[in-house]
């Protein structure tokens, strides 16, 4: 079992930045590609950014490209999405997730296995 908590979610409005991270435990952590999926309500996760288990291939949402940015950090367990120029589409669960299949992540929900619980960013004003 890979356990997952998220954290660095809230309400903030659009222009500026937020960073989300997400903490990993349980197993070797640089094992898995990472990945960040965001979900609006009473709707399906969409994939957002993803990570190889090294640390050099990312992937993005399009709309994100140039304003979000995946890193982790495989020594302190930790992955984390840098999120600037926030707009209200960018609302949303913003979820952390691990890949164990792939090198360098997937873009489907259903390619991840472990998955955090969640944290609420709202870009409103």
């Known amino acids: 079992q890979l356990q997952l908590v998220e954290s660095g979610g809230g309400v903030v409005q659009p222009g500026v930045a937020l960073r989300l991270s997400c903490a990993a435990s349980?197993?070797?952590?640089?094992?898995?590609?990472m990945g960040w999926f965001r979900q609006y309500p009473r709707k399906e996760r969409i994939f957002v950014a993803s990570i190889s288990r090294n640390g050099t291939i990312t992937h993005y949402l399009d709309s994100v490209k140039g304003r979000f940015t995946i890193s982790r950090d495989n020594a302190k367990n930790t992955v984390s999405l840098q999120m600037n120029s926030l707009t209200p589409e960018d609302t949303g669960v913003y979820y952390c997730?691990?890949?164990?299949?792939?090198?360098?992540?997937?873009?489907?929900?259903?390619?991840?296995?472990?998955w955090g619980q969640g944290t609420q960013v709202t870009v409103s004003g």
């Open positions: 349980g197993r070797t952590f640089s094992s898995f590609a």
């Open positions: 997730a691990a890949d164990i299949l792939r090198f360098s992540g997937g873009s489907r929900p259903a390619d991840y296995t472990y």
